[in-house]
């Protein structure tokens, strides 16, 4: 029941690129910033932007984010297959005074 | 390089108290700038926000589970622990304890360090 939408799956072929949106409302990414989180198979989620578009150290800037409106998107270019994971935006949601993540967006590397 | 580590039971009967402890190491729990969370991941399912706590002992529960859920901060141990009763099939996930950046003045939320998660499973 997340009040943030995302595509369940998007793919592409190595190198190119993949974009994918987090839809919600003016309660959570309207008016708070968005961060972004990859999971590898089998591993914990990691902080891969945060703040709609700052990379933490480390994360390599073939990742990107921006936010307009009541959207979020993260996207990702010179796709690897070692990008093939899951992709969970999130924030807060002032409304639910809850922290909210995305429904989770499943990358496929063809 | 701050860690930190799920601990406790992985398996729980159901009607019981599900608890787990997450240890900060290689850096301070009190310190002011950060929050602590509980996140959950049914199998094959996306995360859940359970709740956070920040070292003075302020909490923010997710209202889906408030009325089962307790966390709580020990300074001198450097943890802060997770309880959720009254547990069902339905509590089966990995458990993960995560550090928060929270501010409501400047409206930014992320978690940017997470441990590595423990799998608890509600059976008889």
């Known amino acids: 029941q997340s009040v943030l939408t995302q595509p369940p799956s998007v793919s592409a072929a190595p190198g190119q690129k993949v974009t994918i949106s987090c839809s919600a409302s003016s309660s959570n990414i309207g008016n708070n910033y968005v961060s972004w989180y990859q999971q590898l198979p089998g591993t914990a989620p990691k902080l891969l932007i945060y703040d709609n578009n700052k990379r933490p150290s480390g994360i390599p800037d073939r990742f990107s984010g921006s936010k307009s409106g009541t959207s979020a998107t993260l996207g990702i270019t010179g796709l690897q297959t070692g990008d093939e994971a899951d992709y969970y935006c999130g924030t807060w949601d002032s409304s639910l005074s809850a922290y909210v993540f995305g429904t989770g967006t499943k990358v496929t590397v063809l | 390089q701050l860690q930190l580590q799920e601990s406790g039971p992985g398996l729980v009967k159901p009607s019981e108290t599900l608890s787990l402890t997450c240890t900060v190491s290689g850096g301070s729990i009190s310190n002011r700038d950060y929050y602590w969370g509980w996140i959950r991941q049914p199998p094959g399912k996306g995360l859940e926000w359970i709740g956070t706590?920040?070292?003075?002992?302020?909490?923010y529960y997710n209202v889906s589970l408030k009325s089962r859920v307790t966390i709580s901060v020990d300074m001198s141990k450097n943890q802060f622990s997770l309880k959720l009763s009254s547990v069902t099939a339905a509590d089966t996930a990995v458990y993960y304890c995560a550090r928060q950046l929270n501010s409501w003045a400047y409206h930014y939320f992320y978690m940017d360090v997470w441990g590595k998660g423990t799998t608890v499973t509600v059976s008889s």
């Open positions: 706590i920040y070292y003075s002992g302020s909490t």
